[in-house]
């Protein structure tokens, strides 16, 4: 099912795969945000011969389909990052998306990619009238990562957020918000304009490992490379046991109403993306041209598109009554990949085979991060893929691993519930 984002502007022309036998230096599987910025940190520091293959097309996956928030962080806490990882890692892994948000910043500017951005931060929006957990977070931000997130108190976020289900709120002023499918099809542009291949309707059927390179075949043809990067997220590719068997593939939805005209400024008053502060977060953000793009829940099960509709609207109704009757334009799910530690894999097995997955819906920043620490790898040698070495390749356990994932979902959305009654 595609995206409002696949609707909206026409696809351009497919990339043929490849044909007969030749040679790469580097061969990166997937047309997502991981392969592409994979692709383009490698072309960056001069690497020659790069391959991208994608099974479907650039963004056909979760960077074709997610809601476009582009701040910094992981699905995983701040907190429980510090606990598993330390003060030094954790914080040079925070720092990282802190720069990806940045350079994803310059790329757009500099490439010239037209994809709707609106550099306006991300609101934290509290569900709940006890505000200590905003504060504790916020505390935690600026003492241990050095961020600086700005305290919205009730009176103000009503002012520019028109709805009684919130009452106070965070600010991330360096956030932003894209059509993730045109920046996809951007960065894809680029890497060709410096020197990458790309090839679509490429899936790889067998990767084998032959003396010391390693050997793809597409349909009829046939790449030999020292390097191979697996960026697949959560469109496995089956061509890595550990790597594939270590994600779930996790749906979530989205959908987009109708343009609304003064009906979102009655509820909107800001240019800002919004998500709460429940596990099973409603994120949202307005589009240019006044339609009200709208996601949430997390699911096992990849749903019709009448069924993420009914859902949606009926979050959307809780939160903006006044929108309950709005027609909804498109509505989608797509599939992301979670890993049990709720961190990135990124790494190698020291073979030439190289990986990078399991953003767990927060990839935008993650993705370009993972980019250029695999760039820096492949390229030179860096060391700087050790960051993510406390959070490897842990089985999950399909199908087993599903129940697990569904069953802290709705453990974690009763709590929410509980909480709400509990507060009146």
Known sequence: MPSWYHDRVPAPERRPPPQGRREAAVVVVGGGFAGLNT???????????????????????????N?????????????????????????????????????????ISTLTIDCDMVDAGV??????????????????????YGADWQWIPANAMHEFVHSARYHD?????????????????????????????IHEGSRVRMLERRGPRWTLRVGDAEIETPNVVLACGGYLAGLDRDIDRAVLPIATYVMVTE?????????LRTRAAIYDTRFAFDYYRPLTDTRLLWGGRISVRDRSPRAVQRLLRRDL???????????????????M?????????????????????????????????????????????????????DFGLDPVHRPFGYLAAQGTYWNHEFRDWFKSRLEG
Request: glycine share 14%; aromatic share 8%.
């Open 123 to 144: 609101v934290w929006a509290n569900w709940f009238r006890d505000a200590g957990l905003l504060r504790a977070r916020q505390e935690l931000l600026a003492r241990e």
């Open 39 to 65: 692709v383009l940190g490698l072309a960056a520091r001069g690497v020659r011969d790069i391959v991208l293959l994608d099974a479907e097309t650039i963004g056909f996956g979760a960077s074709g389909r």
């Open 169 to 197: 709120g965070l600010y991330e002023r360096n956030a932003l918000h894209i059509d993730p499918l045109a920046y996809a099809r951007g960065l894809a542009r680029a890497a060709e304009s410096a020197g990458v291949t």
């Open 337 to 389: 990949s979670y890993a049990r530690h709720e961190m990135p894999q990124v790494g190698t097995h020291g073979n030439g085979l190289w990986y990078a997955q399991a953003f767990g819906g927060h990839g935008l920043a993650p993705t370009c991060a993972a980019g250029e620490a695999l760039a820096d790898a492949i390229a030179g040698g860096d060391t700087s893929l050790a960051a993510y070495a």
């Open 67 to 107: 809601g476009g928030f582009v701040f910094a962080g992981y699905s995983l806490g701040e907190r429980a990052l510090l606990e598993r990882a330390g003060p030094g890692r954790a914080r040079q892994l925070y720092g990282r998306t802190v720069d990806a948000v940045n350079l994803i910043r310059e790329r």
């Open 259 to 267: 343009p609304l005209g003064e009906s979102l400024g009655a509820c």
């Open 317 to 335: 109704a809780r939160v903006f009554p006044s929108l309950k009757d709005a027609r909804i334009e498109k509505a989608w799910s797509g599939l």
